[in-house]
Structures are given as structure tokens and as C-alpha cells.
């Protein structure tokens, strides 16, 4: 398990997020096109995530607030074709929505960014401030978060306390 401190915001100008980040020496991990089927879950969210990129089974916990949120996050590597384990989530918890992307994901140090386009919502961009290993604490993460925030120029009108997931739903 690892911590992460993390925001999402909608993105009205994808391109001035990719010339930042290109700016500051961003390394581009690529465009993973992501089938996300979230689960059926009394404790937190449940998600399994199916990609060209990044295959995983996710289970996280973040209170629905606005502005840098703390996020615990249990994650297990996946095999890129899960269809079996797809069908045993499914039989045991229920499908509660699935929500399709496309990411563009970009690291700088210990910082993940996300320019996402998400079927029927539109487009996004998170950041996520990773500790895996407890050595940062959760008042560096924050403050990475936020100076991101910053240097992106988002506002509190832009910034989402919900998942896609509860997006799909509403």
C-alpha cells in the first residue's frame, strides 16, 4: 500500500497542460487507453483497470473533498487481458460502472500527471504526488500537489471532489 495526496480538475485547454509539463522536463510514459470497471464496494472504491499501459486491480480510499486529498492506495499488477478475473469481480461484487479513457500520463520525480479524455465526462487533469515507500510524508506530498496546482493555474471552480466513477453515476 502507498500514499498518495492527489487533486482532479476539469481541463478546458488540454494543450497548455502538455506545454507545462513539457516546460518542466516532464518524462511522457505514453497514451494508455483505459477500460476502468469499478465494483461493487462497502469500504472505498474498487477498480480494475485494463489498458494498453497500466493493468491493475485498484482498491483506494479518499474522502470526496475539493483541493489536495489524502489517498490511501492498495494496487496489484494485473496481466493485460484480466478477462477471468474481470468475470470473478463480477460474479461476487457486482459492476457498479465502468468509465472508458484515454490518458496521457507524464512523471515528474515522484509526481504523476494525467491529461485524461473521458467518454461522456470530457477532459481532466490530475496530479498525484506518490510516496510508496513512507519516506515523504503526507505534508510534502500536499505541498507538491499544490504547487502543481499553482503552476497550472487552476482554480477552486476547476478542482473535482468526485471519482469518474461517481461522475458516471450522477
Known sequence: MHLNVEIKARCTDPDRIRAI?????ARKEGLDHQ???YFESPNGRLKLRQGNIENSLIHYRRPDLTGPKKSEV???????DSGTLKEVLTRALGVLTIVDKQREIYFIDNV????????????????EAIDEDGTLGVDYLHDQCTQYIELFELTDDDLLDRSYSDMMLS
Not at 74 to 80: D, I, K, V, W, Y
Not at 116 to 125: H, Y
Request: net charge negative; proline share 6%.
Open 74 to 80: 492498495a494496487l496489484h499488477p494485473t496481466q493485460p
Open 21 to 25: 509539463l513539457r516546460r518542466e522536463g
Open 35 to 37: 477500460i476502468d470497471t
Open 112 to 127: 504523476k500527471f494525467h491529461i485524461d479524455t473521458v467518454a461522456e465526462l470530457g477532459s481532466f487533469v490530475e496530479i
